[in-house]
């Protein structure tokens, strides 16, 4: 059993270059979600899907788009890399409220750096 | 606009120590607050959760307490061991709207042997 999966693990990325972080969960979970972590400031939520075809901003959604077109991958794209995207990313994914079991599953996270 | 606050930043203890960590939120809707614990190099892994119908939960060596009133709660780490030394987050949600979590700014714990 897999969980969540993301690649890649590291990347380093020119400004102004375009990535596509990748997410993919084998727990057929509805529920996914794209996190930011940054030294001292724990995780932020930049976008979230509560099912395929569905998603919506987070807290800090700026230079970042998603698509769920299936239940099981959650991309995260960077357009227009710029400096202040240098982070450490997890995905996570759930299952839907009111689950026998809801807890948060998250991925071991990519490392982004963006020279 | 910070709606977790976690403190301390880091702590230090020694093996058999009771390390505390204390959390405070500002939305009285959230309803789920979850601990989650992060290895180097790893994602945040859930250790325990508490709703706010109950002022205390435990798992093992791990314990939260958890003031309604006062918007605060707390994880207990009892007879704390090197294995343990991690950076575990507070967070909060609303627990209909899925796990939009939101997090403290960590606690770095190390045990000293």
């Known amino acids: 059993n897999a969980g969540v999966t993301q690649t890649p693990k590291f990347r380093i990325l020119k400004i102004g270059q375009s990535m596509t972080l990748q997410c993919t969960q084998d727990?057929?979970?509805?529920?996914m979600y794209w996190y930011r972590q940054d030294p001292g400031m724990g995780l932020k939520l930049i976008y979230y899907?509560?099912?395929?075809?569905?998603?919506d901003k987070g807290e800090v959604p700026n230079g970042y788009n998603v698509s769920r077109s299936t239940t099981e991958d959650f991309p995260l794209r960077l357009e227009l890399a710029a400096p202040s995207q240098t982070s450490v990313y997890f995905c996570?994914?759930?299952?839907?409220?009111?689950?026998?079991?809801?807890?948060?599953?998250f991925g071991q996270g990519t490392r982004l750096t963006v020279v | 606009q910070q709606q977790v606050k976690q403190s301390p930043q880091s702590l230090i203890v020694q093996k058999g120590g009771i390390p505390i960590i204390n959390c405070a939120y500002e939305n009285t809707a959230f309803d789920y607050f979850p601990w989650y614990q992060q290895f180097p190099g790893k994602g945040p892994a859930l250790l325990i959760a508490?709703?706010?119908?109950?002022s205390e939960k435990k798992e093992g060596r791990f314990t939260i307490s958890f003031n309604k009133s006062a918007k605060q709660f707390s994880l207990h780490i009892m007879d704390s061991q090197p294995g343990d030394s991690a950076t575990y987050f507070c967070a909060a949600s609303i627990e209909s709207s899925g796990d939009k979590l939101t997090f403290g700014t960590g606690t770095r714990l190390a045990v000293r042997p």
């Open positions: 508490i709703r706010p119908d109950v």
């Open positions: 727990m057929n979970h509805n529920y």
């Open positions: 899907s509560v099912g395929a075809g569905i998603t």
């Open positions: 996570a994914s759930s299952s839907a409220p009111g689950s026998l079991n809801t807890e948060a599953f």
